[in-house]
């Protein structure tokens, strides 16, 4: 099963209605702190389900909601049905988008789904989609030390915090067999470290910086934001960043526990 596949069907990353509806609404307070003007166009690209679009899109002149599973889409467009203020698209029609049109693009957990190719795809799109003056944020980026443990132990302290921790802990049980964890192994997630995601930004023509906290509830992921660089530099050298644990400087496809 591919990313795509498995974003496409059941998924299990929630392990109940409360998780979820607290995971969504974190994640759109976070992005109202980077909504400054109530006039910005603002793109959640990778949005998933999007439980709390509805405060981001209040706060702002238009939000795409763009995703490429068809079922998430399906989904959104039923529940945002009759907002003019929210549009859903597919990665097609963000392309198609007008050059500088867009003031925000928000990837909140969406990087380490995709390939490298699809990373630098989705970079190259950002930089001619945003206006000068606009910004990129990728959240939710896993460096390359952080893996399946960690990412457990943040459930588990989110779900503390928040009333869930009985079932997070049924749900880590379940997520042991599930296709997640498949997908995990075979397919990997794409991982970086901070100077390498710096590195892939310049190239693309951003300045980027981190930025703290990391959306949403996991401490041990980064949030990077990016700026169209001045001049409209852009770097087109191969895709290349050493690390010490990658000295040849290849983009990593690391399998779940690595
Ligand atoms: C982990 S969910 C993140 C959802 C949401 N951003 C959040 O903060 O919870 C990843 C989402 O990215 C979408 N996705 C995966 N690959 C994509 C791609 N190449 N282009 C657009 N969306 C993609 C999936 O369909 C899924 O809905």
């Known amino acids: 099963m591919t990313w795509a596949e498995y974003w496409n069907g059941e998924t299990t ?12 609404e974190a994640v759109a307070r976070d992005i109202l702190g980077y909504l400054h003007r109530p006039e910005a166009r603002v793109v959640d690209y990778g949005c998933g ?4 679009a509805h405060v981001v899109a209040g706060a702002c002149a238009k939000l795409y909601l763009c995703d490429s599973a068809s079922t998430v889409r399906d989904r959104l467009n039923a529940r945002y049905a009759g907002r003019s203020d929210i549009e859903v698209i597919d990665p097609p029609a963000f392309e198609r988008l007008p050059s500088r ?8 957990s969406l990087v ?16 001619d989609k945003l206006d000068a003056a606009g910004r990129l944020v ?5 460096p390359r030390r952080v893996g399946p443990l960690q990412d457990a132990a943040e459930l588990l302290r989110f779900a503390r915090a928040n009333g869930f921790l009985l079932p997070a802990a049924g749900g880590l049980v ?15 997630l794409l991982q970086f470290d901070e100077a390498e995601i710096l590195g892939e930004l310049a190239r693309a023509g951003f300045s980027g910086r981190r930025a703290y906290p990391n959306m949403g509830h996991n401490r041990q992921r980064m949030t990077l934001l990016a700026t169209p660089a001045p001049h409209g530099a852009v ?9 010490a ?3 040849a400087g290849q983009l990593q496809l690391q399998p779940a526990g690595h």
């Open 174 to 188: 379940r997520s042991f067999f599930s296709s997640y964890r498949r997908t995990r192994e075979e397919c990997g």
């Open 245 to 247: 644990g990658n000295p």
């Open 138 to 142: 990728l959240a939710d980026i896993i």
């Open 235 to 243: 770097h087109t050298s191969p895709a290349i960043v050493g690390s």
């Open 112 to 127: 380490q789904y995709l390939t490298a190719a699809e990373f630098t795809g989705l970079l190259a799109a950002a930089r």
């Open 49 to 52: 389900e999007a439980l709390a």
């Open 13 to 24: 990353v929630y392990v109940n209605a409360r998780h979820k509806r607290v995971h969504y």
């Open 101 to 108: 049109s867009v003031d925000l693009i928000i990837a909140n």
